[in-house]
């Protein structure tokens, strides 16, 4: 049987590219951690394979880290891999009209749960043979585009993060990487944007051919991970070929 590449924490694992992720890299030999709030829908990820485990975690609650993190200082060889993908888009609306509440929101998740989850686990990164963090940003933390200034704005920050992260641990034995993707047709992130409106959620994807899959996601995170300790992806940008920019799209099919 082939060595395990060790424990891999993925926030955000209840749905879309989260679950993706902690499958693929089950598959790909970590043990992993797949977390999130919704403790029924862990279930059904981590029924996938003896590899992953549900564990609930809140990242905008710094005890929900902390216990999180007490879990993983637990574990005898360190952590391999964390991947920041919790959370998502809060509206659309153009700045004039947005909700101060829904940008607190996208920050609370996006960029603030992501520091506080890397900070807690940045010694345990540290205490084995080589930590990896990678991000799921977007191409909203790239360019903007109408109605999208708070996901843009959160997106944004957390790659500023990120970039900053990868200077200051310069010297570490820790990798730093953003995958960045363009449109995905999860089943709930426009769902959760559209706080629950169907029709408008469908109709993000209206008319494109193939928008990318939480699978095709999770598969570039998963090549990103699995490169030799000593190799760096920075950022991968990943679009469906449809799509030439945030706005740019192709709505032929
Ligand atoms: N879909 C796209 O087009 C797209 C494009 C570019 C980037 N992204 C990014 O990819 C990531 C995943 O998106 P997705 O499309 O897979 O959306 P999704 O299906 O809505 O998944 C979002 C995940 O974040 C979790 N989450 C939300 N708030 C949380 C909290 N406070 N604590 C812990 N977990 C929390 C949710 O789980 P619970 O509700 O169970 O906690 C869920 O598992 C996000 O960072 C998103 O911004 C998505």
Redesign the pocket.
């Known amino acids: 049987m082939a060595t395990s590449r060790g424990l891999a924490v993925v ?9 993706a992720t902690a499958r693929q890299l089950a598959s790909a030999g970590f043990t992993v951690w797949a ?4 403790v029924d ?1 862990l279930a059904e990820v981590a029924a996938a394979s003896p590899a992953i485990t549900a564990v609930t ?4 609650s710094a005890d929900s880290v902390a216990e999180l993190t007490a879990r993983v200082n637990a574990e005898r060889d360190g952590l391999a891999l964390l991947v920041n ?5 809060v509206g659309l609306e153009p700045v004039a009209e947005a909700d101060p509440a829904d940008w607190l929101t996208m920050f ?3 960029v603030l ?1 992501a520091m506080r989850v890397t900070q807690s686990l940045l010694p345990a990164l540290e205490a084995g043979s080589g930590g990896h963090i990678v991000l ?5 933390g790239y360019s903007v585009y109408e109605g999208g200034a708070g996901y843009s704005a959160a ?1 944004y920050a957390a790659r500023a993060m990120m970039e900053t992260l990868r200077l200051e641990l310069n010297g570490r034995p820790i990798r730093v990487s953003e995958v ?5 047709a ?4 426009s769902l ?1 944007r559209f706080r629950g409106d169907a029709a408008r959620a469908a109709a993000v994807y209206d008319g494109v051919a193939e928008p990318l899959t ?1 699978e095709d996601v999770a598969d570039v995170i998963t090549f990103v991970a699995t490169r030799p300790a000593h190799v760096n992806i920075d950022l991968a940008v990943v679009k469906p070929l449809a799509q030439a920019a945030p706005y740019k799209l192709d709505r032929r099919r």
């Open positions: 926030t955000g694992a209840s749905s879309g590219i989260g679950a977390c999130a709030r919704r829908r975690l809140d990242v905008t993908n919790a959370g998502g888009a609370q998740t996006n749960g799921t940003g977007s191409i909203a997106k960045a993707p363009g449109l995905v999860t089943e709930e992130f959760v939480a």
